[in-house]
């Protein structure tokens, strides 16, 4: 189940200070003037073994004359749309502002659960400040302090709580889910209408975890997924609503409720920013990844054309780059079958567990002959390699000094482990710990 929690509130409240807290990073900057944020921001976080993404919003801002502001107020109402959970943050410094009254306006017509997150509560003296808040009605008021992270505790404790009563686990939930994501109009909806258009009776649909999105058995020809349609789910009402940010969050929702995820890039466009952006979270969540160039049909070609587009789009997709990258046309049908097939094998590999012992035969002597640099005269020796349960591959390297573990080795290992053991379109996680 997806779970994606929007923060919102009026510019300057803290709200990239607590996006910092939840995902334990410093991607937001944070600044003392409103309208810092602009840019939307996603990050992951885990609380009590329950993982979730945080969608760090701009400040909601109405009748100003900063051309960005409308852009930003347009994201916020859109990043209301599409959270499981709603934190709402308000200064008890300041108390309620009219700026504060107008995102309650917008909260009130949404039936997502909504948390108060009453910020700035540095100190004891400004405990018990924040109980004008319960008389917005829109539900329960946290004391809380982004800075230091007094309250938050408390806060993720409900919210975790409202994520595990939505889980939902379908009969078809041991089957591959297999999502089709990219930038709006790179031929998703064509795509899937290739596969399961001509005959009808192989398709039957699943009420869908998400809103606004169907979930399609596909049981033909040796293959049994889950399709996960992320095509045709934004309305025409919608399209002129800031279509890079509504596309990329929609990606999110699709991607986190998935297993393998075929990217779909437009072959006369080439991979945008935008495409990137939805790779990258594919990487993050540890997907299987498909590469699928679509409207190969539309390009002028020579025996060099496809080597060529390939090595291009390899570089761009550095350092995770080890992807199965499939040239196809949802309106000739080229290849499609071969996507299926890439894809299906992309999943197997994303479930391969190795057997320990064997594990242990190949990469011991890859570690003897090439042993990890010695550091300040210590010499590093790994002992062992153990395979983590985990849904996506993780390796665990028990070692004497794990600390003095290089990147350019770790990078050496993965690919060492590419090489012995089929992962090709999965990205890999290694750890090293102390033995």
């Known amino acids: ?255 986190e409720n998935s297993d393998v995820c075929v990217f779909m890039i437009d072959a006369e466009e080439g991979i945008q920013k935008q495409d990137l952006n939805i790779f990258y979270i594919c990487e993050k969540n540890h997907k299987g990844v498909v590469v699928l160039v679509n409207k190969w049909d539309l390009i002028e070609k020579d025996h060099t054309t496809t080597k060529a587009f390939e090595e291009k789009i390899r570089e761009q997709l550095a350092p995770f780059n080890n992807v199965p990258i499939i040239f196809t046309s949802a309106l000739t049908k080229q290849r499609i079958h071969k996507a299926l097939e890439t894809t299906m094998e992309v999943y197997e590999n994303r479930i391969r567990k190795i057997p320990t012992s064997v594990l242990n035969d190949v990469m011991q002597e890859v570690m003897e002959h090439n042993p990890p640099p010695s550091v300040k005269g210590k010499f590093i020796k790994i002992k062992f390699v153990s395979q983590l349960p985990t849904h996506a591959p993780a390796f665990a390297f028990f070692c004497n000094l794990p600390q003095y573990i290089r990147d350019d080795y770790k990078r050496f290992l993965e690919n060492k482990l590419r090489e012995n053991f089929d992962f090709e379109g999965v990205p890999i996680r290694i750890f090293f710990r102390k033995k």
């Open 1 to 255: 189940m997806s779970n994606i929690i929007a923060i919102v509130g009026r510019p300057n409240v803290g709200k990239s200070t607590l996006f910092n807290r939840l995902t334990e990073s410093r991607k937001a900057i944070v600044k003392e003037v409103s309208g810092v944020t602009r840019d939307r921001i996603y990050g992951r976080g885990e609380w009590c073994g329950t993982e979730f993404s945080v969608i760090d919003t701009g400040g909601y801002v109405q009748g100003s004359d900063d051309i960005f502001e409308d852009e930003i107020a347009k994201q916020v109402k859109i990043a209301i749309e599409e959270a499981n959970v709603i934190i709402f943050m308000v200064d008890v410094m300041t108390g309620i502002t009219d700026l504060d009254d107008a995102v309650v306006n917008i909260l009130r017509k949404t039936d997502k659960k909504i948390f108060i997150g009453a910020n700035k509560v540095d100190n004891t003296d400004r405990i018990g400040l924040s109980s004008e808040f319960w008389g917005l009605g829109l539900g329960n008021v946290y004391d809380l302090s982004a800075v230091n992270g007094s309250g938050t505790g408390e806060l993720l404790d409900d919210i975790v709580k409202e994520f595990e009563q939505d889980e939902d686990i379908d009969e078809e939930e041991n089957l591959p889910k297999i999502a089709f994501v990219g930038r709006p109009n790179v031929g998703k909806s064509s795509m899937i209408n290739a596969l399961i258009g001509e005959d009808r009776n192989i398709v039957t649909n699943i009420s869908g975890t998400t809103r606004d999105s169907i979930n399609t058995r596909y049981n033909a020809y040796g293959f049994d997924f889950v399709i996960i349609d992320t095509a045709g789910i934004r309305k025409k009402a919608k399209v002129t609503e800031d279509i890079e940010y509504y596309s990329v969050l929609r990606s999110i929702r699709t991607i």
